[in-house]
């Protein structure tokens, strides 16, 4: 289950995506999970596929590209070190949920 979810409204600031989605996974198997389970969901009940899946569950981080929606699924590890919520302090938090 994903944990300490942020989704982030960057469309003011980028055109890149209009959303981040940040979430932690606090195991390889965890990340993973999350990823293949969004994939899964998007496409079979809303017929939407993802662009791109970036990353590795072994790298503390995967990316899921929707285009206009980006969903960042971290360890805990690496969300601390690379701090997207401090690198996008200018946007604006639409959900935060710990």
Do not use: C, N
């Amino acid at each position: 289950m994903a944990s300490d979810v942020v989704m982030l409204d960057i469309s003011e600031l980028t055109v890149i995506a209009d959303y981040f989605i940040v979430v932690t996974g606090d195991s390889e198997r965890q990340i993973a999970a999350i990823s293949e389970r969004v994939v899964e969901e998007l496409r079979e009940k809303q017929r939407v596929r993802a662009l791109a899946v970036e990353g590795t569950p072994a790298s503390g981080w995967m990316l899921v590209d929707y285009g206009s929606v980006i969903l960042h699924i971290f360890s805990p590890q690496q969300r601390a070190h690379v701090r997207l919520e401090e690198l996008w302090s200018k946007a604006r938090t639409v959900v935060h949920i710990v």
